[in-house]
Structures are given as C-alpha cells and as structure tokens.
C-alpha cells in the first residue's frame, strides 16, 4: 500500500536551488577577480615607468589577497549550503518515512486504545458454595427465632420449552425462598436437591405450555400444580403492566412471583387476605400481577402470612 509515498518522486523538487544560487555568486566574484587580474597583466604595463610598474605589482599582490578571501570565503559558504540541504533532506525523509509507515503499525495500537471498554451486560451472579451456605445458615437462625413449627423444603429447578440458561432463575430461587424477610420467618427453610429428592419443583415454562400443566393455568400468568410451581418465562422477563404501573420493578416481581407462587405450596390461597387500605403493602398472596387495588407492591409474606401448613 501507497508505495509512492515514500518514493524519490516525493523529494522537494527545489531540492538542490540553495547550491546553485551559492555557487553562481562565487563564479561571478571569480570571473570578475580573473578580468581584473588580466587588466593589471605586466604586458599591459610595458610601456610604463618603473614607478608606474611596481604600483600596478603592488596593487596585483592586493587584489590577489583579496581574491583568496573571496575564494576562501566562497567555500565556506557553499560547504555549509550543502551541509544544511543534507540535513533538511534527511529530516523530511524521516518524516516521511514515519508518516508512510504509520498507517500499518497503529491501527492496532489504536484499537487497543480506543477499543470500548469490556461490554457490561449484566451477567448473573453465580453464588458460590460459600454465599449458599451462608445464606442458609441466615434463613436457619430467622426460621428458629420465629418461635412457630420449622419446616425444611428440598426443592429442584426445572426448565420447560426453549427458556435459555436458567442460571439466573436458580440463583434468585435459592436467595429468594431463604431471604431473612422471606419465608424462613414463617419457620421454612429451602435446600436445592435433585431429581427425585425433591418436595416440589420450581419449574422456568415458556409461556404456551403453562396449560400442559393443568387446564387451570393460563399462559399469561405463573401457576402452582401439586409440587409444581410454574413461573411462566414472559412474566419472569416483563413482569406484569399492572405491578410495573403501580411502581414495582422487575428485580421486585421476581422476589415476589416465587414467594407467591411457593406460598401455594405451603398451602396459602389467592387473595385470602385482601388490600388493607390504599398505600398500604399488598398482601403477598393477593394476585398482585392482575391489580394492586390501591395497595403498594410488595414481595414479601405480611406477619399475618406467616404460616405453612
Ligand atoms: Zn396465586
């Protein structure tokens, strides 16, 4: 790529005028000194007096010190004329050459530089062995100190149709059930198992299989068949018009479609406590994802839920 660039044709063509100038001044001070000296010849003087010749010699021994000045003089001029172009031609080389070669080493550099920064999608906060068990221990010392019967709940987590890495939803399961404001104040605690081991399974559905699990659910909300707790996968990512109008966000309708949909399988009903007043926290168990009828969205179990069957 762009060879001619860096060729000589890029070369100021006024490259080499310095010199010439120099050199025709001194050629012309040097025409001049050489007719000089010829009309002050000694065969021009032939007839004059002795007197007359040895002025004229004297003036000659003058002018030809003189001359060498020029000369010397001529010299230095035009060395250092030449020494100046040298340079000036080897720095615009240079220049040239680092402005042909730019092109391809700096794009790389420049991509690093401006590269954007590493893309912040939100990536699901994996719990460790550790956060589990911490989190549990919590939910353990909550359930104790609720003073009411302890009950310990193994449950799996499932997926139905094409619903993508269900990370997310088995992390926010595990911290949601054993969340100190949850459940565990009811006396419940929850232990992820597996498949066979389990008292029920939350199971991540794509939206038009919900009615595979009872004809009783519909596919546009979550829904609780025997051991099953279905969340249905459109709720999960857009939540509801009715929680989000009334100022819940999504990370809120999580919290509270697991712990309503588990509340059934405690053995709590819908709406078996209405909306005590307008501002007031809903009840978790009123079916919140249909209306708020004035109460403010809340995700978690009012004191007066706070029993398991
Ligand atoms: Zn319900």
Redesign the pocket.
């Known amino acids: 790529m762009g060879t001619t660039q860096g060729s000589p044709q890029s070369s100021p063509p006024n490259q080499h005028s310095g010199k010439s100038k120099a050199s025709s001044k001194c050629g012309t001070a040097l025409r001049l000194g050489k007719a000089v000296l010829t009309a002050l010849a000694p065969g021009s003087t032939a007839q004059a007096s002795e007197t007359q010749v040895s002025a004229i010699y004297r003036i000659r021994r003058w002018f030809l010190a003189f001359l060498t000045v020029i000369i010397v003089v001529c010299l230095i001029v035009m060395g250092v004329s030449k020494a100046r172009k040298e340079a000036s031609s080897q720095a615009s080389e240079t220049a040239t050459t680092s402005a042909t070669a730019r092109p391809s080493p700096r794009p790389s550099a420049d991509r690093s530089v401006t590269a954007p920064p590493q893309a912040a999608q939100p990536q699901p906060v994996v719990l460790s062995a550790q956060d589990r068990d911490n989190i549990l221990t919590q939910a353990q010392s909550t359930a104790a100190a609720s003073g009411k019967e302890q009950h310990q709940f193994t449950y799996c987590i499932a997926g139905k149709g094409d619903v993508g890495d269900t990370t997310e939803f088995e992390q926010e399961v595990f911290r949601t059930l054993n969340d100190v404001h949850g459940w565990p104040r009811a006396g419940a605690t929850f232990t992820q198992g597996s498949e066979g081991t389990c008292d029920m399974t939350v199971v991540l559905s794509q939206s038009q299989y919900m009615t595979t699990f009872s004809g009783g659910c519909s596919n546009m909300?979550?829904?609780?068949v025997g051991n099953q707790v279905i969340i249905n996968k459109d709720r999960w990512d857009g939540g509801t018009e009715y929680w989000l109008g009334a100022g819940g966000n999504m990370a809120r309708y999580k919290v509270m479609v697991i712990n309503?949909?588990v509340?059934?399988r405690l053995g709590h009903?819908?709406n078996e406590q209405t909306c005590a007043g307008p501002g007031q926290p809903a009840p978790l168990?009123q079916?919140q994802s249909m209306g708020l009828l004035g109460c403010a969205p809340n995700e978690w179990p009012l004191d007066s839920e706070l029993w398991v069957r």
């Not at 909300?221 to 609780?224: D, F, M, P």
């Open positions: 909300y979550s829904c609780r309503h949909e509340g059934h009903l819908d168990m079916e």
